[in-house]
């Protein structure tokens, strides 16, 4: 799957590089979204770290290690997703990874461990998985995988080495809907609305849920001229995720701040504060357990009437 995807291909040549240089790091960090494939990136990673007969920074798919990895089982190879209420990776996971990095590879000639979502680990979790960053085993990987909202501690970060994730542009996404023979006609303004994320947008596509964006435009547009009030629109909008919601409000705000600051405009205080309180809202949905979706979705559309009164 990896292979149709251009825009990864960079990231895989620096892993390859290293790999033939015989200059793998024992952490790596992967900054990128979900929706492009960073995900997606990691395990291909981790699965080429692992395998017997890898070839161009890509794994055999055919010895032992690659169909162990394919089936979860593989008994060198161990995945961290955050969980729990609060969301995070905790400190006994951690435990867990620690623990496994310290016995010996049964299979392959390392043990690779991919973290998703490191930025979710909690400062106990963090010190914890320090402590094997400054004293690695030997034959281990860790690949750490962020999203960037928000900063893993500097002292983590200074350990692991980047690999460089490029985002795609709209012609490497088109193609590649093309290639999986979804329809195109809509594809740049469904591109433009979820901020050019190929994995997200194929799965609107496929699901059918452009129908989404198109409903959000209205209400948006009915909350801008007053026809309904946050709430209405809020209640409208209860089939749509908060963060769609917030990415989509965030982006039309985003983009007339930005447009009037290039034209030579002086920005009013009001519209940083706009902008301020949007990291606001997203701060919350990270880095809270239980957002009330109706009372977020509330805030958010009070946020679109007040900026749209502003604009008169």
Known sequence: MILQMPWLQGAVDQFHQRMVNQRLPHAVLLQGRAGDGAEILAQSLAKTALCANPELGYPCNQCKSCLLHSAETHPDYLKLV??????????????????????????STRKCAVVLHAETMNTAAANALLKTLEEPPGDSLLILVTEGTKPLLPTVRSRCQPITMHKP????????????????????????????????IAQWVEEGLQKNWDHFQAVMTGVASSKLTPVM?????????????????????????????????????????????????RRELIHSANVNAQLFSESLFMLWQQFNRQLG
């Open 169 to 200: 542009d709209g012609a490497q996404i088109a193609q590649w809907l093309e290639q999986r023979q979804l329809p195109t006609s809509d594809s740049e303004a469904l591109m433009e609305a979820l901020d050019y994320q190929p994995l997200k």
């Open 82 to 107: 955050p969980g729990g209420a609060s969301a995070t990776i905790r400190v006994d996971d951690i435990r867990v990874l620690v623990e496994r990095f310290t016995t010996t590879a049964q299979i």
């Open 233 to 281: 629109a809020a209640t409208e909008c209860k089939d749509i995720g908060i963060t769609d919601q917030l990415d989509w409000v965030d982006h039309k705000i985003s983009a007339w701040v930005k447009e009037k600051a290039n034209s030579g405009q002086i920005l009013d205080r009001q519209w940083v504060r706009y902008l301020d309180q949007l990291v606001a809202l």
